[in-house]
């Protein structure tokens, strides 16, 4: 009898030291720590409000309701905030990458420029379509797309980075309908535009209608020529065309649609694949319920700033569906952004 009870009690022993040296559950990971939310952008701007926006809500749908930080990590059009995924960032599921989706045409386009194939990371989810404009500031004297294309000088827009969803599409704005548009380079981020075009340097820009400052919609202060996603947005004039619907010819909306697709993606946040599977589909789930959030939406629609979400797995879908795009769109393509 002595021998089965000291046989019992070693067992138990062992069964609580297996319980004892468990690894913690994933469920149980994030609590006490932070998620670090880095935006590939500068501070001020449409992608930094959208991440700022996700940062004040995902920590009350994460177990362990961890605290989430924003930080900045602005260059070469974001591509710095990518390249920091996989190269430093935490593998832990710490880390979250919000970019310029411009980058994911880039990839396409010119795969030994920027040498990412972004199905390898793991998508957490986007926040909304992207609905950007290219517009120039009224008092340049500009009332309509047309008026813009017999402009008899040069029109100077600013410019961030080359590749930028910006750059695609002040070069859609120039080489398929004709506008006499002159980039600046210079400007770090939309934020650093918009101070120049109230100030006389820049005539115009293209960029998330999100991120337009609301009094220059209050006063009117700008002429819209053209939208890049067949989608409506907060106080954006019904008569804005996109601009597929009105492209000169079926080849030039075929080059369109495929330069503006990552806009399906607009507002994307993507980890590391070495991330463990089980982190991903938590951060999945707690994005997801964040957009259902009616307390995100309405924070969402106070800032003018719109929720269409989709989930990681259609952002992975769609970006596999742009890079099965046939080599003749491409090609087309590049000539849209040769100058």
């Known amino acids: 009898m002595r021998k089965q009870h000291r046989r019992a009690a070693l067992g138990a022993l062992a069964a609580l030291a297996v319980v004892g040296f468990a690894p913690a559950s994933a469920e149980d990971f994030y609590k006490g720590r932070t998620i670090n939310l880095i935006v590939g952008n500068t501070a001020g701007g449409g992608y930094d409000a959208n991440t700022r926006l996700l940062a004040r809500h995902l920590g009350r749908h994460i177990p362990g309701n961890p605290d989430i930080v924003v930080q900045n990590l602005p260059g070469a059009a974001s591509l710095t905030s990518v390249q920091y995924v996989d190269a430093s960032a935490p593998k832990d599921g710490t880390a979250i990458v919000d970019f310029n989706f411009g980058l994911i045409t880039e990839s396409k386009m010119n795969p030994t420029k920027i ?34 294309q017999k402009y008899p000088k040069e029109l100077h827009f600013g410019l961030t980075a080359v590749g930028s969803s910006s750059d695609v ?60 996603a067949p989608v409506s947005g907060v106080d954006l004039p019904t008569d804005v065309p996109f601009a597929a619907d009105i492209a000169p010819s079926k080849s030039d909306a075929d080059v369109i649609n495929l330069l503006t697709a990552p806009t399906q993606v607009g507002r994307p946040f993507i980890a590391s694949l070495q991330v463990p599977a089980d982190r991903i589909e938590i951060l999945r789930r707690g994005f997801d319920a964040t957009m259902k959030d009616p307390a995100f939406v309405a924070d969402a629609e106070k800032q003018r ?16 569906d742009i890079y099965a795009l046939p080599d003749v769109v491409v090609a087309a393509a590049k000539k849209v952004l040769e100058n």
């Open 305 to 320: 700033l719109p929720v269409s979400p989709k989930t990681g797995e259609e952002c992975l879908q769609a970006i596999k």
């Open 169 to 228: 599409n002040a070069h859609i704005t120039k080489n398929i309908f004709k506008v006499p548009i002159h980039q600046v380079s210079g400007y770090p981020g939309s934020a650093e535009q918009k101070l120049a075009i109230e100030r006389g340097e820049l005539d115009g820009a293209c960029g998330a209608w999100s991120s337009t400052p609301p009094d220059w919609v209050r006063n009117d202060s700008i002429v819209n020529l053209l939208k890049f």
């Open 115 to 148: 040498k990412v194939d972004f199905t390898k990371f793991a998508w957490i989810g986007s926040i909304s379509q992207d609905l950007s404009v290219c517009f120039v500031w009224r008092p340049v004297g500009i009332k309509s797309l047309a008026d813009a």
